[in-house]
């Protein structure tokens, strides 16, 4: 079994669609929750960090985390064309970034 | 551009050879990571410095591979007798320090194929 779970999709939701992103981890020792989209041929990018259990919100997209059930969320509200990406989900244990453990992605795909 | 830069971006060998990546971090990140991606994975972690000490690396950097960040600055990524399990992307990211909501920035991957 994987440390983290991710399912790799492909989502396709149509333009202004509420997207939920979901991952499962096995590890009680992570703390920092992250997400990563990536476009195709082009390294992850760094979308919301967050430390230990609660919500955090930015602009469209909202990160949830729920240690008790080691389970994270992204959402992504009225979604657009541009969203289109793979997201990654990512935690690690420590501020050290070397131990970030990342799921294997989910490939979106937001109709116009 | 003074992201993360990464050389070449792409790069088809021959079963054997060896092989050399060059990564070139944010100017003033004192952390440089090595990351490798297969297709439908997300990246796994290879090796990390601070300045120029190798401080971490993983059990799946091999004998056939070895990194070095001289001077702490730009870092280089060599596979020796590359087999075909070496297909993938290695991807390189650079932090300053690595404190809470450190971000590591991306470079845009070198994809090997190796036939």
């Known amino acids: 079994q994987k440390e983290v779970e991710q399912d790799p999709g492909p989502l396709s939701v149509p333009e202004g669609a509420i997207v939920s992103l979901n991952c499962t981890y096995s590890n009680s020792a992570f703390q920092y929750f992250m997400w990563y989209r990536q476009y195709s041929r082009k390294g992850p990018e760094l979308l919301m960090y967050?430390?230990?259990?609660g919500n955090k919100e930015d602009g469209r997209f909202t990160a949830q985390v729920d240690k008790s059930s080691k389970y994270i969320s992204l959402f992504i509200r009225d979604s657009q064309p541009s969203d289109s990406a793979t997201y990654l989900c990512a935690m690690s244990p420590n501020t050290g970034g070397f131990k970030t453990i990342f799921g294997a992605g989910t490939r979106l795909f937001v109709k116009a | 551009d003074t992201g993360v830069s990464q050389d070449p971006r792409h790069k088809i060998t021959k079963r054997g050879q060896n092989v050399t990546f060059r990564c070139d971090p944010i100017s003033e990140h004192n952390r440089l990571y090595w990351y490798r991606q297969t297709l439908g994975q997300g990246p796994e972690f290879l090796t990390y410095f601070q300045n120029e000490a190798q401080l971490e690396k993983s059990r799946l950097l091999s004998d056939r591979f070895s990194a070095e960040r001289p001077k702490g600055s730009f870092s280089t990524l060599e596979i020796q007798r590359t087999e075909q399990g070496d297909s993938a992307m290695y991807l390189c990211?650079?932090?300053?320090?690595?404190?809470?909501?450190?971000?590591?920035?991306f470079g845009q991957g070198t994809r090997l194929t190796v036939v």
């Open positions: 990211a650079s932090s300053l320090g690595g404190g809470v909501n450190t971000e590591a920035f």
């Open positions: 967050t430390y230990s259990s």
